[in-house]
């Protein structure tokens, strides 16, 4: 059974820095994503990784704060965040093997989620 663990989360200032961490089970996968949902709102993209190339992506209001990146050795994706702000605030859930767009929701795979508040 594969299984996705996120751990990292936890409560910063606005202007701080975080580094989320996705380990999987099994395997690394050739996507991995981050998404995350902030309270009374839908989940949202926030960015993926390839394993070619390697190539990624963002959604508008993370780029230039957050990097993701991969250790295929280790099976685990990571996303540096910093200049964190309070609209960051949300649940923070990895994902693997996307069925569609690379940004949408139609992962096969996903974790629990981890926590991130950025407080003012």
């Known amino acids: 059974q594969v299984q996705l663990v996120e751990s990292g989360g936890g409560l910063v200032q606005t202007g701080g820095s975080l580094r989320l961490s996705c380990i999987t089970s099994?395997?690394?996968?050739?996507?991995m994503g981050w998404f995350r949902q902030a309270p009374g709102k839908e989940r949202e993209f926030v960015a993926a990784?390839?394993?070619?190339?390697?190539?990624?992506y963002y959604r508008d209001s993370v780029k230039g704060r957050f990097t993701i990146s991969r250790d295929n050795a280790e099976n685990t994706v990571y996303m540096q965040m910093n200049s964190l702000k309070p609209e960051d605030t949300a649940v923070y859930y990895c994902a693997a093997d996307p069925r569609g767009p690379i940004a949408g929701s139609g992962y096969k795979y996903w974790g629990q989620g981890t926590q991130v508040t950025v407080s003012s």
């Open positions: 990784i390839a394993w070619s190339a390697p190539s990624t």
């Open positions: 099994i395997r690394t996968f050739s996507t």
